[in-house]
């Protein structure tokens, strides 16, 4: 499990307490799930390179620290991962947005791709995948793959929440794949929803039932 980050800051453990809440509307709804994007990107980023720039303060003149420019992408997997972008976007807004969107065929059970916008450099670029909620592991294995075909290297995948189930789903597949998440919950229920969870993320976010 060395590839999984569990993101359990006490700021995230709080926010993540709203959006369990039944009673939390979608307003707030989308403001924290835009928070928690934010916190956990700065997790995620941890590992960015960085190099060495020559800078004069108003003092003297030394060696610092800034971002060696690495290019980046987001993709949000449709619809509730388009809650995520603009949380990320502050801290990374150069950052490019890709776009994929899955459906599960009736008869195969397999994830079908029915929308897919990509950056064209996007082999050039490391790739984190949002989605808040990672159930069976299904589709977030599906977007891996998808984004895999355009030759991409390095890909992370942040969700708010995940099960157990796609944990070792993801892991399975794409041992390759960092996975960063603020909680593991306990388990799927009979409907694919994760318990204790949140419910239907994109129907919180979007105020659809
Ligand atoms: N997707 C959701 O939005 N919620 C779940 O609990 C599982 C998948």
Redesign the pocket.
């Known amino acids: 499990m060395e590839k999984v980050h569990i993101l359990d800051h006490p700021l995230l453990q709080h926010k993540l307490s709203i959006l369990r809440d039944e009673r939390t509307g979608s307003k707030e709804f989308r403001e924290v799930v835009s928070e928690i994007a934010t916190l956990m990107c700065y997790e995620a980023t941890r590992d960015l390179p960085l190099e060495e720039v020559e800078i004069k303060t108003p003092i003297t003149t030394a060696k610092f620290k800034t971002l060696a420019g690495k290019k980046l992408a987001i993709v949000p997997v449709l619809r509730?991962g388009l809650g995520m972008v603009d949380g990320i976007l502050e801290l990374l807004p150069a950052a490019k947005v890709g776009h994929i969107g899955l459906y599960r065929d009736p008869e195969t059970l397999e994830p079908v791709e029915y929308y897919c916008k990509m950056p064209n450099d996007i082999a050039e670029r490391d790739i984190i995948i949002l989605d808040?909620?990672l159930?069976t592991g299904g589709s977030a294995s599906a977007a891996i793959q998808f984004i895999k075909n355009y030759d991409v290297k390095h890909i992370k995948l942040m969700n708010i929440i995940a099960a157990p189930e796609g944990i070792e789903r993801v892991h399975k597949d794409h041992p390759d794949v960092e996975i960063y998440v603020a909680a593991v919950d306990e388990k799927l229920n009979e409907h694919?929803?994760?318990v204790p969870?949140?419910?239907?993320?994109?129907d919180r976010i979007f105020g659809t039932k």
């Open positions: 509730a808040p909620m159930a694919g929803y994760i969870g949140l419910g239907d993320a994109g």
